[in-house]
């Protein structure tokens, strides 16, 4: 059974940057698209960023666009988000979990396996 667990989350100053890692265990994670989605306290969920299994095709939401990259190593079984100039706003927990590509280009929020997310703090 597909698990994945969030890692690389942590208190940085406004304008640094983190790497998160979602890795993968129980399945291949390169057969799957994956998604990257954070909450606030009080905000809705948001979906920041998808990656496609193949071909490897990538989405961004407008808030992040510019400054996250996201990136997969099938070898090591593992989806990153590379997160540059951080901003107080990108305070969240962070979280991947299994999500299609033609639901993330279709803008919906359904999203299946996730992991407990890794808390992101940006102070100003």
């Known amino acids: 059974q597909l698990q994945l667990v969030e890692s690389g989350g942590g208190l940085v100053q406004r304008g640094g940057s983190l790497r998160l890692a979602c890795t993968a265990s129980g399945a291949p994670l390169q057969y799957f698209d994956i998604g990257w989605f954070r909450q606030a306290p009080g905000k809705e969920r948001e979906r920041i960023s998808c990656?496609?299994?193949?071909?490897?095709?990538?989405y961004y939401a407008d808030s992040v666009s510019g400054r996250f990259t996201i990136s997969r190593d099938n070898a090591k079984n593992t989806v990153y988000l590379q997160m540059t100039r951080l901003q107080p706003e990108d305070t969240a927990l962070y979280y991947c979990?299994?999500?299609?590509?033609?639901?993330?280009?279709?803008?919906?929020?359904?999203?299946?396996?996730r992991g407990q997310g890794t808390q992101v703090t940006v102070s100003s």
């Open positions: 979990a299994l999500h299609s590509w033609p639901s993330c280009v279709a803008g919906r929020d359904d999203a299946g396996t």
């Open positions: 990656i496609e299994s193949t071909p490897i095709n990538t």
